[in-house]
T-cell receptor, first 112, second 113 residues
């Protein structure tokens, strides 16, 4: 099956700092999503970004599908950004193409 | 906004009980999914459904069944709960196979004693 690797696994930032999270995937994908899992366990949709660049406030994401990676940028981090960030992809076609495969996540801690 | 709701945030059951987890989405999505999340194992797909009364097994269907009688509702059933089914259960929905942006519910933390 498709492999998804996220880096770094853990990240500690001072409030106000910027960061880049990376997601590498092993095959062509139809869908790539970034999620933030809050302390109560809910997965919050950040970006649906199979290719290209999108921005939403202090967050932006870029996916280079031909090179099989995606980046999530967080600028001017706040304590509320703390949590686990997941990248998830589905296959471009064929068996299992509905299924999202998740990376193991990046645990971000933003300290005041 | 897409809204996916789950019947309970926290649930405690005894070994051997039959357990029903309910999920409802309000956006007329074709696809619905059940995942479980465990420390060290990440999120794993249990079952999904791409239409009413249709279902497909995911990676870990053993010990579970599902029901989708109406488009907006997808139920996960633990026929005889066991302690190794203690987990966080997450429901999701997406519009179509080609536009598979998935939206998740708040999750149900199930403890089986």
């Amino acid at each position: 099956g498709i492999q998804v690797e996220q880096s770094p696994p853990d990240l500690i930032l001072q409030e106000g700092a910027n960061s880049t999270l990376r997601c590498n995937f092993s095959d062509s994908v139809n869908n790539l999503q970034w999620f933030h899992q809050n302390p109560w366990g809910q997965l919050i949709n950040l970006f649906y970004i199979p290719s290209g660049t999108k921005q939403n406030g202090r967050l932006s994401a870029t996916t280079v599908a031909t090179e099989r990676y995606s980046l999530l940028y967080i600028s001017s981090s706040q304590t509320t950004d703390s949590g686990v960030y997941f990248c998830a992809v589905d296959k471009a076609s064929g068996a299992g193409s509905y299924q999202l495969t998740f990376g193991k996540g990046t645990k971000l801690s933003v300290i005041p | 906004d897409v809204k996916v709701t789950q019947s309970s945030r926290y649930l405690v059951k005894r070994t051997g009980e039959k357990v029903f987890l309910e999920c409802v989405q309000d956006m007329d999505h074709e696809n619905m999914f059940w995942y479980r999340q465990d420390p060290g194992l990440g999120l794993r797909l249990i079952y999904f459904s791409y239409d009413v009364k249709m279902k497909e097994k995911g990676d870990i269907p053993e010990g579970y069944s599902v029901s989708r009688e109406k488009k907006e509702r997808f139920s996960l059933i633990l026929e005889s709960a066991s302690t190794n089914q203690t987990s966080m259960y997450l429901c999701a929905s997406s519009r179509t196979a080609s536009y598979n942006e998935q939206f998740f519910g708040p999750g149900t933390r199930l403890t089986v004693l």
